[in-house]
């Protein structure tokens, strides 16, 4: 199993971001996916989890109506629509699988300063 972030960067508050997920090495289009995101200095936490044919979704209250968690099974891409970014939305952003164990990418940071 392989995941990799990409698309983080540095934005202004009230700016937008889109943040990608590439997954390989296992049957994409059949698992729940999720977003987690750590802030400095605080435990991870989850962000957003979409069903496996993309028709459920689900957010943290901190990013609901902000935030579009939305996948492409047949890129075997998931991603994360960032818009009206606060200062608290900084943090180390990670896809995540639980299937047989729990996978996680390497992250990707998002830094939202003025």
């Known amino acids: 199993v392989q995941i990799e972030e990409s698309g983080g960067a540095l934005v202004q508050p009230g700016g937008s971001l889109r943040l990608s997920c590439a997954a390989s090495?296992?049957?994409?289009?059949?698992?729940?996916m999720n977003w987690f995101r750590r802030a400095p200095g605080r435990e991870r936490e989850w962000v957003a989890n979409?069903?496996?044919?993309?028709?459920?979704?689900v957010y943290a209250d901190s990013v609901k109506g902000r935030f579009i968690i939305s996948r492409d099974n047949a890129k075997n891409m998931m991603y994360l629509q960032m818009n009206n970014l606060k200062l608290e939305d900084t943090g180390v952003y990670y896809c995540?699988?639980?299937?047989?164990?729990?996978?996680w990418g390497q992250g990707t940071q998002v830094t939202v300063s003025s």
């Open positions: 090495g296992f049957t994409f289009s059949v698992e729940e």
């Open positions: 995540q699988v639980a299937k047989d164990s729990v996978y």
């Open positions: 979409i069903y496996f044919s993309g028709r459920y979704v």
